[in-house]
Structure formats: C-alpha cells, structure tokens
C-alpha cells in the first residue's frame, strides 16, 4: 500500500497518510488515458463551423445563356459549385463533437493518472489551503516553497474562497475541485498539490 506524506503550507511532514492500493497503485493504462482525454477535448469543440451551399450565397438565380447553341458549356446559376464563389458542396456544418463516455472508463484512467503522479513523485499532499488572505503573491510564496514553478495543479474541496482568488492570476496555475478532476488536467500539469480532504474524497469516489 502506498503511502506520501502530508506537508504543511511551510512544506513541513506533518504526518503521512496511507494510500489505497486499488486508487493510487493501479497500473498505467495508455489506451484508458488517450480515450478519457480524448473524449475531454472533442467536448470543449465549439463545432461551430460551416460553409454556404448554393441556396446561401449570394448572386441571381437567372439561366446566365440559353441552354443551346451557344458552344459553351450548359450553365444554370451562377450559385453553381462549379462556379468561383458559388457554392460549397459537401462541406463542414455546426455540430456537436461530445459522446458520452463509458463512467468505468472514466473513473479507471482517473486512477491511472493518480497512481502515474504518486509513481513519478510529482503529488504532494497538503493538510489544508487554509490561507490568510486572497492574495496572490502569498500563494506564489507557497508554490515557491514547494518548488513548483513551472505548472501546478491544485485540488481542494470547493468553497474554498481565498485559494479560488489568490489562484486565478497564477501563469501555470489552475485550481479545480475534486468533483472536477479529470486525467486531462493530471496529464497536462507538471505537479499535483491536493489537500488531504480531497484525497480521502477521491479515494471514497473511486474505489472499484
């Protein structure tokens, strides 16, 4: 059974806590974590692009030549996708990108990404973001202790007013709750900082 210490804002042990085995210790799972960020990004997709066909651009709808004797080519409309500025056929329209993902699929790259950050010593347990004030340059102060200076996840309980506004400002900083945690952001984050509350939480959530 794994097991990290639990640190201080000071970056001081103040104890350590036993990790389970089945959440934290779980092997890495590629094809689980390419589907569940996957599925994340497809979801953000705006879907809103799209192209005119002919019934939508612009230009008379009269027979340009008759259709005989001419020597040219039978034309209808200008609107033709044949035509510069005419229609497009075929081409993209709004759409909706999301699909629903499988919650065990979900929930099993979840404690891939965790058992991978507990692996590769880039998590961090904190006792509490109980901070003084919202400020800022007191939550840089933090991190700097921590040595995460480049990008740093932070999960706490939501509710937690001060570290949402001290947070904010932060380049490479996101602060997310432990209901929203998702592999995305474990992958695309250097260092992992989560208070014990929300590890006891996601140990409960994510027990097979």
Do not use: C
Not at 174 to 195: G, T
Request: positive net charge; charged residues 25%.
């Amino acid at each position: 059974m794994p097991s990290v210490a639990i640190k201080n804002l000071k970056n001081a042990a103040v104890g350590t806590l036993e990790l389970s085995e089945e959440v934290f210790g779980a092997p890495l799972n590629k094809s689980l974590l390419y589907e569940a960020v996957k599925n994340y990004l497809n979801s953000r997709r705006a879907g809103t692009h799209a192209t005119k066909v002919r019934s939508m651009v612009a230009g008379s709808g009269r027979k340009l030549w008759k259709q005989k004797g001419t020597g040219r080519a039978r034309i209808g409309s200008v609107r033709s996708p044949l035509w510069r500025h005419g229609g497009t056929v075929h081409g993209p329209h709004p759409r909706s990108y999301a699909y629903k993902l499988p919650r065990k699929m979900l929930l099993g790259a979840l404690r891939s990404a965790l058992s991978a950050k507990v692996a590769e010593q880039q998590m961090t347990v904190v006792d509490s973001f109980q901070l003084e004030n919202h400020k800022t340059q007191g939550l840089r102060n933090i991190l700097d202790r921590f040595e995460a200076e480049r990008s740093v996840l932070l999960v706490d309980l939501p509710g937690n007013q001060n570290l949402e506004r001290s947070s904010r400002n932060l380049e490479g900083v996101e602060l997310l709750s432990s209901r929203e945690l998702h592999p995305y952001h474990l992958l695309k984050y250097e260092r992992l900082l989560i208070s014990q509350p929300a590890v006891e939480k996601l140990q409960e959530a994510l027990k097979p």
